[in-house]
C-alpha cells in the first residue's frame, strides 16, 4: 500500500493529457523566458521565469491530481475457462 | 507515465531540451546585439633604450617604452550576454628579418557596463616591450591598434578593433640607459 502511494499512478486519460501539458507548456515558457530577458537585457530574467514557472509546472503536472485519474479503465471480465490451472504467484490482490 | 517517478524522467527530459534551446537561442541572439564601438588611440613618439637583455643574458636587449592617450565608449558592447570585455593595445611592425610581429603592450579587462567608458592620459606601457631579435634598429614604424575580445555567458568570443593610429610611429635610435 506505501508503495502504491509513492507510486502515484495515474490513468491512461491521465498520461496523455500530462503529457500534453506538459510539452506545450514547456515550449511556452522557454518562448517567455527567452523574451522576457531579451526586453529587459538581463539573464537573471530570463532563468528565473524559466526555473519558476518549470518548478511550478512540476507541482501541476507530477502529483495524481484527482483529474488525472477520472478515467479509470474498464477491464472485461476474466474469463475462467474449465481445467485452466492458475498458478499461484506471489502477487495477491 | 503511469508512475511518478516516470512522469519526473519525461518531464525533465524535455525540460532539458528546452532549456539547451533556450542557451542555443541566447548564443545566437548576441550576434545580433551590440554595434561597433568607438574610439581613438594617440601615441606619444616612442623611446628606445639598450637593455640588459633578460633573455639574452649576456648580451643586450632594447626596450621601448610607449606612452599613450585612449579614449573609447565601449558600452555599445554591453548586452544580456556580455560576462566581460578583455581590451588591449597591441603594437604591430615588421622586425629587421621581415617578421610580423604584433606585441600586446597594455590591457584591461571590463566588467560591468559602468566602467565601459575608457580615458587614460599618459598611460605607459603594462609589459615589457621588447624585439625578440634583441634590436628595434631597422624595424618598420608600428601601428598602434586597440582592440577588443568580448567574452559572452554562452556562446564564442568575438573579437574585433576599437581604434588604430592614422600615422605609423618609429621607433627612435636606442639611447645608452641611463642609471637607475
Not at chain 1, 68 to 81: C, K, M, Q, R
Not at chain 2, 97 to 110: F, S
Amino acid at each position: 500500500m506505501d508503495s502504491q502511494i509513492l507510486e502515484a499512478r495515474i490513468d491512461f486519460h491521465g498520461q496523455s493529457l500530462m503529457e500534453k501539458i506538459t510539452k506545450g507548456s514547456l515550449v511556452l515558457i522557454t518562448v517567455v523566458a527567452f523574451l522576457a530577458g531579451f526586453v529587459t537585457q538581463s539573464m537573471q530574467y530570463t532563468f528565473a521565469v524559466f526555473g519558476g514557472a518549470s518548478a511550478m509546472l512540476a507541482l501541476v503536472v507530477l502529483p495524481p491530481w484527482p483529474m488525472y485519474n477520472s478515467h479509470p479503465p474498464t477491464w472485461l471480465p476474466a474469463i475462467v475457462e474449465p481445467g485452466l490451472v492458475v498458478e499461484k504467484t506471489g502477487i495477491s490482490k | 507515465m503511469h508512475t511518478l517517478l516516470s512522469r519526473v524522467n519525461n518531464a525533465s527530459a524535455f525540460m532539458s531540451s528546452c532549456m539547451m534551446t533556450l542557451l542555443a537561442a541566447i548564443a545566437i541572439s548576441s550576434f545580433f546585439l551590440g554595434s561597433q564601438p568607438t574610439g581613438e588611440v594617440g601615441i606619444s613618439p616612442v623611446k628606445v633604450f639598450a637593455a640588459k637583455g633578460r633573455r639574452h643574458y649576456s648580451g643586450k636587449q632594447d626596450a621601448a617604452f610607449v606612452n599613450f592617450n585612449v579614449t573609447a565608449d565601449l558600452a555599445p558592447l554591453f548586452h544580456w550576454n556580455t560576462k566581460q570585455l578583455f581590451v588591449s593595445l597591441e603594437a604591430e611592425y615588421t622586425n629587421m628579418h621581415g617578421v610580423q610581429n604584433t606585441v600586446v603592450i597594455w590591457d584591461k579587462i571590463i566588467r560591468r557596463k559602468q566602467d565601459a567608458q575608457l580615458h587614460i592620459e599618459g598611460g605607459k606601457n603594462k609589459y615589457a616591450f621588447r624585439e625578440v631579435s634583441t634590436s628595434f634598429k631597422d624595424v618598420s614604424p608600428a601601428s598602434y591598434a586597440l582592440k577588443y575580445n568580448l567574452m559572452p555567458y554562452v556562446g564564442v568570443l568575438q573579437y574585433g578593433e576599437i581604434a588604430r593610429t592614422s600615422d605609423d610611429v618609429p621607433f627612435p635610435e636606442a639611447q645608452a640607459k641611463v642609471a637607475s
